[in-house]
């Protein structure tokens, strides 16, 4: 059974930093597509930044430059570095797993498996 687990949310100033974590288990951790989705109050979740299975990374235009993906295959860890938050980006933040190989693929659609989320709130 896959399970996944978000922590690292809170509450930042506009210009600040957080990171966010996904703990997975159930499943070979560096075999599945992953990534950060992000939904705010009254609009539709959408893709942050992706890593496929190969390790290829993708970032939405609004947060390149800005935030990180990374995944760490021994902890079974995935991360969300974010700097130079904003308040448009305050949201609930999940993570999602899918075995597929799913490249530059930000669509929350084509994910199978879903954390709870973790709320991160930039205040201006």
């Known amino acids: 059974q896959v399970k996944l687990e978000e922590s690292g949310g809170g509450s930042v100033q506009a210009g600040g930093s957080l990171r966010l974590s996904c703990a997975g288990s159930g499943y070979f951790f560096g075999s599945f597509s992953m990534g950060w989705f992000r939904q705010a109050p009254g609009k539709e979740r959408e893709g942050v930044a992706t890593?496929?299975?190969?390790?290829?990374?993708t970032y939405a235009g609004s947060v390149k430059g800005r935030f990180t993906i990374s995944q760490d295959n021994v902890k079974n860890t995935l991360y969300l570095e974010m700097n130079s938050l904003k308040a448009e980006d305050t949201a609930m933040y999940s993570c999602?797993?899918?075995?597929?190989?799913?490249?530059?693929?930000?669509?929350?659609?084509?994910?199978?498996?879903w954390g709870q989320g973790t709320q991160v709130t930039v205040s201006s």
């Open positions: 999602a797993a899918d075995p597929r190989y799913l490249l530059g693929e930000l669509r929350p659609s084509e994910y199978r498996h």
């Open positions: 890593i496929a299975s190969d390790g290829t990374k």
